[in-house]
């Protein structure tokens, strides 16, 4: 008899192996529901749905497939959904390799209890810190120098809970500031859940999990981090005794304050933007917006040093009260060693584009990054069909995920050009490069930002790419208009005009010359100026004046 498996999938399309999932279920066939078209319906309308999709499918088995399922963001109700949904047998699977049965007696006995005495938990957690915040937003900001050389040892805080990340931008700063650090001469701590990708080994990891209490709340969960990252130094005070605090700064986060405040140092802080603007604008809201901003608040006004990669956030803190003096500007940057072409064998590179079957005798265009809104995947998704129409002998190679990944490809597919677009998936940050390699050109076709106000963003691949040495197509906007230079850097197109960027990509392919010279001057720059030794020197110069 034939076993079908109905799988809620919470796992990203390119991380799914079915055939992987099918043996853990005992299943011969199955039948995924992405998790969006539940959690887009709501509550009531959401399980209709899956009941619905089971159903036709005459499953024997209901499953839901996660990263993690002990620290699954609303475990409850999808616990909930899936003892409701007729099934011969109820399963959660994860990635770490668990199977765990669903069944009534542990929702009602185990799961729903506990998340009752969550949300009492909730209440009392939130009461504190708003009493918290409520007292120290009153007090006077204390600020701590650093005489020159005096920085020996600096603790590296990273706390935004954001488990199983190994691509992106934000792996390469982590790791490119750390080893930065490493490269002075200065020992680093780090103050985090795990060892960050690509970190030097000469780097300590004191590592703080999060409570697995508020499972059923990321936000409860951040703000119940502060407190164990706290009593952690505070148990540690002898052995650690940093000369600085280093922190990038995640939403209701507060520990590097009181972590400072404790060992009497000073407070270097990453700000990379609003996290409370972020997620009313590329997320789904905040439930407690008020005490974020609040921690946002505070945390901002106690930093001695505060570190942003552009102009426009700069100038958002300025208007915000923040002194001046203690802003540096300071973009992005990227790792020379790992992103040098003369690092990758030629034979090595056709291997790899023989095994993502990339034609022979085309010329490659490459994107790399989040499959989301501000980077601009819906713009490149039109161009790319403008494109091919004209260029016979062009494939593209888009390397990345993200909620924005199943639109485009159905936009290519639709206008029946998935045939010439090789669609990697996420890939770790160690293999970023060899992937690039592949590519004659690159694309970076960011769009500003949806309420209006000036791009923020320094985005870590226009660096990337300009240490690979070939060249690179870029919307003008802000920073990219600034540190590229049209015609000598890159070839620079309107953000948000997809027939801009077509018409630029036809240009590279009629003149392979023109990709040669300005990925040559691209090189030739970011090697100058944009390193993250020569960012983390900026840092530490800027402190050391203050």
């Keep these: 008899m034939t076993v079908h498996a109905t799988i809620l999938n919470l796992v990203p399309p390119d991380e799914t192996d079915e055939n992987s999932l099918l043996k853990k279920l ?99 957690l939130l009461g504190k810190s708003r009493a918290m915040l409520g007292r120290v937003l009153k007090q006077k900001p204390v600020h701590r120098v650093a005489p020159p050389g005096t920085i020996e040892k600096i603790l590296y805080m990273r706390t935004d809970l954001w488990f199983g990340v190994r691509a992106g931008g934000s792996i390469g700063h982590v790791a490119g500031v750390i080893n930065g650090f490493e490269k002075q001469g200065i020992k680093t701590e780090i103050l985090s859940w795990d060892r960050p990708p690509l970190v030097t080994p000469k780097a300590k990891l004191i590592e703080v999990l ?14 119940a981090y502060n407190g164990k990252l706290t009593s952690t130094m505070a148990r540690s005070q002898k052995q650690s005794s940093p000369d600085a605090i280093y922190a990038r700064y995640s939403l209701y986060c507060w520990a590097p304050v009181t972590i400072a405040e404790m060992f009497e140092i000073p407070l270097i802080l990453e700000y990379n933007g609003s996290e409370v603007w972020i997620e009313r604008h590329w997320g789904q809201g905040l439930k407690y917006a008020r005490i974020a901003e609040q921690v946002e608040e505070w945390v901002l006004k106690n930093a001695e040093a505060i570190t942003v990669v552009s102009e426009p956030l700069k100038d958002e803190l300025v208007k915000r009260g923040i002194e001046s003096r203690r802003i540096l500007i300071n973009p992005n940057a990227v790792d020379p060693e790992r992103f040098n072409p003369d690092v990758y064998p030629e034979d090595e590179i056709k291997r790899l584009k023989k095994e993502l079957g990339i034609p022979e005798g085309t010329a490659v265009a490459g994107y790399i990054g989040t499959f989301s809104p501000w980077h601009g995947v819906d713009v490149l998704a039109h ?81 990337e790419y300009m240490a690979l040495g070939k060249g690179i197509i870029a919307s003008d906007l802000d920073q990219l208009g600034k540190i590229l230079t049209d015609g000598e850097t890159a070839l620079l197109v309107p953000p948000g005009d997809a027939a801009a960027l077509a018409k630029a990509i036809e240009r590279i392919m009629e003149n392979p010359n023109l990709a040669d010279r300005l990925g040559k001057n691209a090189r030739e720059l970011v090697l100058r100026e944009y390193t993250w030794k020569a960012h983390v020197e900026k840092i530490l110069d800027y402190l050391y004046n203050l």
């Design 26 to 124: 005992g299943a011969d066939s199955c039948t995924l529901i992405p998790g969006r078209d539940v959690r887009e319906r709501g509550a009531r309308r959401g399980l209709a749905y899956a009941k619905k999709i089971h159903r036709d499918a005459d499953g024997s088995i209901f499953a839901i497939y996660s990263r993690d399922w002990s620290r699954q963001t609303r475990r409850t109700a999808l616990y909930g959904l899936a003892v409701l949904i007729p099934a011969k047998k109820r399963i959660a699977v994860d990635l770490t390799g668990k199977i765990i049965p669903l069944t009534w007696a542990g929702f009602w006995f185990g799961e729903f209890p506990r998340s009752l005495v969550q949300k009492m938990e909730g209440r009392r």
């Design 210 to 223: 999060p409570s697995k209490f508020f499972v059923n709340d990321r936000e409860l969960a951040l703000l």
């Design 383 to 463: 161009a790319i069909p403008l494109a091919l129409k004209n260029c016979p002998k062009l494939h593209f190679l888009l390397i990345g995920s993200g909620p924005l990944l199943e639109k485009v490809r159905d936009q290519l597919r639709i206008a029946d050009v998935l045939d010439r677009v090789t669609f990697t998936g996420l890939v770790p940050q160690e293999d970023a490069a060899r992937y690039l390699m592949c590519c004659d050109f690159f694309l970076s076709p960011h769009v500003p930002n949806p309420d209006g106000t000036k791009f923020f963003g320094s985005p870590t691949k226009m660096f």
